[in-house]
Nanobody, 126 residues
């Protein structure tokens, strides 16, 4: 089992940057596929980025490709999301999630993730 705690959210102007972190407990962090999801008010939760257990494969939603970068540091048991060129439409609560089943490729499907953090608010002002 793994526990996830996100941090790094906040208020930023459009065009600015933020880096989200997700600290994971447990000794098997390196074997989990990981993902970042977001949920805006009145909208469904969506995957913005995901990374395979090895870090060798990544997925990005079209809306964030080229602006966001997902990475992981297994030595620190930490997942990151670097967000650049932020837009007001990026405003949402951001969640990190862990996938227990080992797969070669990252998944964007919510139902495939077993553990979730509590979320961190990102607000982008225009």
């Amino acid at each position: 089992q793994v526990q996830l705690v996100e941090s790094g959210g906040g208020l930023v102007q459009a065009g600015g940057s933020l880096r989200l972190s997700c600290a994971a407990s447990g000794r098997t962090f390196s074997s989990y596929g990981m993902g970042w999801f977001r949920q805006a008010p009145g909208k469904e939760r969506e995957c913005v980025a995901a990374i395979s257990w090895s870090g060798g494969s990544t997925y990005y939603a079209v809306a964030v490709k080229g602006r966001f970068t997902i990475s992981r540091d297994s030595a620190k048991n930490t997942l990151y999301l670097q967000m650049n060129s932020l837009k007001p439409e990026d405003t949402a609560v951001y969640y990190c999630a862990a996938q227990e089943v080992i797969k070669p490729d990252p998944s964007s499907a919510i139902y495939e993730y077993d553990y979730w953090g509590q979320g961190t608010q990102v607000t982008v002002s225009s």
